[in-house]
């Protein structure tokens, strides 16, 4: 029996998906029952909680212009002293649990707060509601991170204020800078500001496990307090992700219920060590881990990035959830950047246009392609497939391009290529030249080949340069590692009939490159 050729190296298992629960879909099940129940309890609570909410905010916004008044946001901002920190801390504190209170909401503190001196930061996680909100009243009005937008929405613009927070805006490119650094001088004032509360996950998610935490509440390397939310309600009506109820249809429901319990529980300040302190990265990992474990969830690589993916893959009509590649992982491992995942989704798009379920199979990897299967494609295609389930998801696509694809596109290896087809040297392949070579190399029939011909002859003047090859080749880099994977396989026919049955592994420089790329520090 023939041996079977295998990789120099395998393939990593930690760039599989992971078997994790869409954590941006909120999938509740409302019976016939419990509508009709929220129905008849609305017909009460909604109206009666709506003229209480109401009052409340009439009472909440004159005592914030009052706090406010002649008190800079911006420029040589200092924290706020004296009467206007003791009604932040008396009057609007009691305000903001009077407007939860008349919502519905049931709160239960766990654990102690600690003061800024000793943890500068507050992380809150999961953040997956409007409602969240709740945890700032709850922490003592401590500052936030917001939108400059924010203070423009009326009645709540004026609230924000109150709580002196790091302002963000989209329309200044300096503006992320600004925001660590405020942070940063913040976090290091040495209990003069009042803590800075920040939920690091940057977008809701449904509570099922805990998302990457973005790095800048870590950047300043200081203490930090986790903080904890839970919503333990028979039916959930707060959860708000990016595929799932409307926010309107959330606070009906809510607002419909007797009374909505939280559980927010502040767990003891952890202090980074030296090494933590360099890295805010590896202290948000480690932070995110605590409050993993304390909630009895997992964690997991994805970002609001995957977000915007999951959200694009639905524009392009691919499963939403063909968009959920751990946009972290991937990126730190194989250094890609959004953009270029962006434009993969695309071309993925275009293959898997035919196919309902976000995945694709070989016949329609080769229909792409615009070339039949063949002995040299199938072993293109096994390259993709990591986890040997014969059709390719859009991770495995982006993995292989990077990976597998990308490395075979040097000069040295295009040029290669090119004297593949260009039989008598004259540096330019004629179609009958590269139809003899597809021909015999891969079956290709005459109108496939036309058409792949035509494509790749840009200019169209009948024949293929080295710079019209290189340049199709830059852009459709699955054909470049198709012909390097056939040229591997005919050494490898060569060599077993020399010596048949010896070769266990495959020597090919190409295969090498290819295993060695794929071959990333965890």
């Avoid at 009326?154 to 800078?177: A, E």
């Avoid at 309107?248 to 559980?263: C, D, N």
């Avoid at 302190?277 to 970002?303: E, F, N, Q, Y």
Wanted: glycine share 6%; proline share 6%.
């Amino acid at each position: 029996m023939p041996s079977q050729r295998v990789f120099a190296l395998p393939r990593q298992q930690s760039l599989l998906l992971p078997a994790v629960i869409n954590p941006f879909v909120q999938d509740t099940q409302l019976s016939k029952a419990t509508i009709i129940k929220c129905f008849l309890q609305g017909i009460i609570l909604v109206p009666l909680r709506a003229i209480l909410i109401t009052l409340v905010l009439m009472v909440s916004w004159p005592v914030a212009v009052i706090i406010t008044f002649k008190h800079p946001l911006k420029g040589a901002v200092a924290p706020m002293t004296g009467w206007r920190r003791v009604m932040c801390l008396s009057v609007m504190a009691a305000l903001g649990r009077a407007y939860y209170f008349c919502m519905g909401f049931r709160v239960v503190v766990k654990g102690k707060q600690v003061g800024s001196s000793e943890a500068p930061i507050l992380a809150v996680a999961p953040h997956s509601t409007f409602f969240d909100g709740i945890v700032c009243i709850m922490a003592g009005l401590p500052s936030t991170v917001s939108r400059v937008e924010n203070l423009a929405t009326p009645i709540f613009g004026r609230l924000v204020r109150c709580l002196q927070p790091v302002l963000v805006s989209r329309k200044d490119p300096d503006s992320r800078k600004n925001t660590i650094q405020e942070i940063v001088g913040r976090a290091k004032s040495g209990g003069r500001w009042p803590q800075v509360l920040i939920f690091p996950e940057g977008t809701c998610t449904n509570r099922s496990c805990l998302i990457t935490f973005k790095q800048g509440a870590f950047i300043p390397g200081v203490p930090v307090q986790p903080v904890i939310m839970r919503y333990p309600n028979k039916i959930d009506t707060v959860t708000w992700t990016w595929q799932g109820f409307s926010s309107r249809t959330l606070l009906l429901l809510t607002l419909s219920q007797l009374y909505t319990t939280v559980e927010i529980e502040f767990l003891p300040p952890y202090i980074p060590t030296e090494e933590e302190k360099k890295s805010p990265a590896l202290l948000a990992s480690k932070v995110r881990d605590i409050m993993a474990k304390a909630l009895g969830v997992p964690v997991t690589d994805h970002t609001y990035e995957d977000c915007r993916l999951m959200i694009s893959a639905g524009e392009l009509t691919l499963p939403m959830e063909a968009g959920l590649v751990e946009f972290t992982k991937i990126s730190r491992k194989l250094n890609i950047k959004w953009d270029n995942v962006r434009k993969e989704l695309d071309d993925f798009a275009a293959m898997a246009s035919s196919c309902k379920g976000g995945r694709i199979n070989i016949k329609e990897f080769a229909s792409f392609l615009k070339l039949p299967v063949s002995p040299a494609l199938e072993e293109l295609f096994a390259l993709f497939d990591r986890n040997g389930d014969g059709t390719i998801d859009f991770r495995e696509y982006v993995i292989g391009v990077t990976i597998l694809c990308r490395p075979a596109n040097t000069e040295e290896v295009l040029r290669m290529a090119f004297q593949l087809f260009d039989t008598d040297e004259d540096d330019k392949i004629t179609r009958e030249e590269f139809t003899a070579l597809l021909r015999s190399a891969l079956g290709v029939s005459d109108l496939n080949m036309a058409k792949l011909f035509k494509e790749i002859d840009a200019d169209g003047s009948g024949f293929i340069s080295f710079s019209e090859f290189q340049a199709f080749a830059m852009t459709h880099p699955e054909y470049a590692k198709l012909f390097t994977t056939y040229l591997e396989l005919q050494r490898y026919q060569a060599i077993q009939e020399v010596t048949p049955g010896e070769l266990h592994l495959s020597g090919s420089g190409e295969n090498q490159e290819d295993s060695t790329s794929d071959k990333k520090e965890d």
